[in-house]
T-cell receptor
Framework: QKEVEQNSGPLSVPEGAIASLNCTYS??????FFWYRQYSGKSPELIMF????GDKEDGRFTAQLNKASQYVSLLIRDSQPSDSATYLC??????????FGTGTKLQVIP | ETGVTQTPRHLVMGMTNKKSLKCEQH?????MYWYKQSAKKPLELMFV???????ENNSVPSRFSPECPNSSHLFLHLHTLQPEDSALYLC??????????????FGNGTRLTVT
């Protein structure tokens, strides 16, 4: 049984549009939620983290968390071709144990 | 150097070889990790060290042997690997604390091919 689920994509959006990436998780005790971006052939880099229900905004990125629905999402406003990458959702259910989803591939079309 | 540094970047080894992967972090973090990334699979946690003590071993085969001599250095010793062990091996560090997790900072990874 998968613990963190993401649609593998690819998700294609036109340049300038909003990209919406979604993630569900199975462990109700999860406390910390992360979004990482991974370019092809590169290692993951942190985009956002969120610990509390609601929205958290950082520039063009907004992370949304709904613990009751066990759902976390990432919105990318004004999408750019440079945002084309695989986005990994990660969830922590306890002390330093972080579980990753398989990632959603995003393609921003110029 | 800054961040998390891994060497080598690429490694090709035979099934009977012994090799080691090295990771060094310059962030002052107190926890270090080894992850395995295979195609179309989620990142798999292999080992976690916190304050140089191993706190997690996710049922990894004994042909993988970690070593953490201090909070800045982490090794993964490899011996008698199988072709299915070919993958990207990622080292990460974080400022660990009880209850919940802080973000991981990844190295550039070692692309391992077992022939």
């Amino acid at each position: 049984q998968k613990e963190v689920e993401q649609n593998s994509g690819p998700l294609s959006v036109p340049e300038g549009a909003i990209a919406s990436l979604n993630c569900t998780y199975s462990d109700r005790g999860s406390q910390s939620f992360f979004w990482y971006r991974q370019y092809s052939g590169k290692s993951p880099e942190l985009i956002m983290f969120i610990y509390s229900n609601g929205d958290k905004e950082d520039g063009r990125f907004t992370a949304q968390l709904n613990k009751a629905s066990q759902y976390v999402s990432l919105l990318i406003r004004d999408s750019q071709p440079s945002d084309s990458a695989t986005y990994l959702c990660a969830v922590s259910g306890g002390y330093q144990k972080v579980t990753f989803g398989t990632g959603t591939k995003l393609q921003v079309i110029p | 150097e800054t961040g998390v540094t891994q060497t080598p970047r690429h490694l090709v080894m035979g099934m009977t070889n012994k090799k080691s992967l090295k990771c060094e972090q310059h962030l002052g973090h107190n926890a270090m990790y080894w992850y395995k990334q295979s195609a179309k699979k989620p990142l798999e946690l292999m080992f976690v060290y916190s304050l140089e003590e191993r706190v997690e071993n996710n049922s990894v085969p004994s042909r993988f042997s970690p070593e953490c001599p201090n909070s800045s250095h982490l090794f993964l010793h490899l011996h008698t690997l199988q072709p299915e062990d070919s993958a990207l091996y990622l080292c990460a560090s974080s400022q660990g604390s009880t209850g919940g997790s802080s973000p991981l900072h990844f190295g550039n990874g070692t692309r391992l091919t077992v022939t």
